[in-house]
């Protein structure tokens, strides 16, 4: 019998739905999932100029999709779904 090689290790995060009070949170938060994307790198070049407008490129759609109110956020803000 193969020896279990699985060194991965997990770890329960809270998650809770999003409220309109976590808005500015989860708009940083998908903005920043989005940064190294390929099509981010190729609408924004510079980079320093990507990490100022991201948060306000994505807040139209994440306000749109967290309407319907099925929007998740870890309680630490760093994670979204």
Do not use: C, H, K, Y
């Amino acid at each position: 019998m193969a020896a279990n090689t699985d060194t991965t290790t997990r770890t329960r995060v809270a998650t809770r739905r999003s409220t309109e009070a976590d808005l500015p949170v989860l708009t940083a938060t998908i903005a920043d999932a989005f940064f190294g994307d390929p099509t981010m790198l190729w609408i924004v070049p510079d980079e320093a100029r990507r990490r100022a407008v991201g948060p306000a490129m994505f807040r139209p759609l994440v306000a749109g999709i967290q309407r319907p109110g099925e929007t998740w956020l870890t309680e630490d803000g760093a994670g979204a779904a």
